[in-house]
């Protein structure tokens, strides 16, 4: 009290009133923003979360996360991937973010960390989008061996995911698909795209054909075409056609 005194006399006599460093600011700390996290319906993805010591801040933050309905989250070891809602911050701590949700969208994610009666949130918009797919004609053709035949597939972009997407191919025997339980022989057939890249645009339908070749010395009764259609952020769609040898 005496030194806060003097502190304050000796400020007076000069046309300044001075504080001691206990009233100035204190220790804290903060959220790092997030860009945009773009997300494939059905499918999850992730983001950093880092926070950052001001002030020589030190202590345990607890971290929460606010989500709507039907968007699911989960906070994770940035390290080993097992859950975690912790950090004891010196400089800086890390925490991974896991986000899935089935429907297209915007959503908006609060991100909260606190310690004690300190507070803070960031926001981390989430836009889910997907690709329709649409087989014209149907995906089971009955071809002759021999023979080939076209499948066109129409691609629409939906809430507005666009860009170069690329196609392949392959074909196995027998309804499998491509699982691990096909034949390790891959029939004589084949099958291939045309395009095999297209851009896709919000607002228009992006088209492709698939050719299937069915060989004359192909002793298949069926045949499975795995096709998939993978955009610029390694998403991937399918595009599945069952062939009927006749």
């Known amino acids: 009290m005496f030194l806060i005194g003097i502190l304050a006399t000796a400020s007076a006599t000069s046309g300044a009133f001075l504080l001691p460093s206990a009233f100035g600011p204190k220790p804290d700390f903060i959220i790092s923003s997030f860009p945009s996290m773009y997300l494939q319906a059905g499918y999850t993805n992730t983001t950093l979360i880092s926070i950052q010591a001001i ?67 960031q926001s981390l918009i989430v836009i889910v989008q997907n690709i329709t797919v649409t087989a014209i004609g149907g995906s ?78 192909d002793t298949s009764t069926f045949l499975d075409v795995a096709g998939f259609a993978t955009t610029k952020q390694s998403w991937s769609f399918p595009l599945f056609v069952q062939v009927t040898i006749v």
């Open 55 to 121: 002030r020589n801040f030190t202590g345990i933050l607890t971290v929460t996360v606010s989500s709507p309905s039907g968007l699911k989250t989960a906070l994770q070891d940035s390290q080993t991937g097992r859950e975690k809602e912790q950090i004891l911050l010196g400089t800086t701590g890390n925490l991974s973010l896991a986000v899935n949700d089935q429907k297209v969208g915007y959503f908006s994610v609060a991100i909260t960390a606190s310690s004690g009666a300190t507070s803070h949130t």
């Open 140 to 217: 089971h053709l009955w071809i002759p061996r021999g023979s080939s035949a076209n499948v066109e597939f129409d691609l629409s972009s939906v809430n507005g995911l666009s860009g170069n997407v690329s196609f392949v191919a392959a074909v196995y025997e027998g309804r499998c698909g491509a699982s691990i339980s096909c034949p390790l022989s891959v029939p004589v057939s084949n099958a291939s795209f045309s395009p095999r890249t297209i851009i896709l645009s919000p607002r228009s339908i992006g088209k492709t054909t698939l050719t299937i070749n069915v060989a004359q010395s």
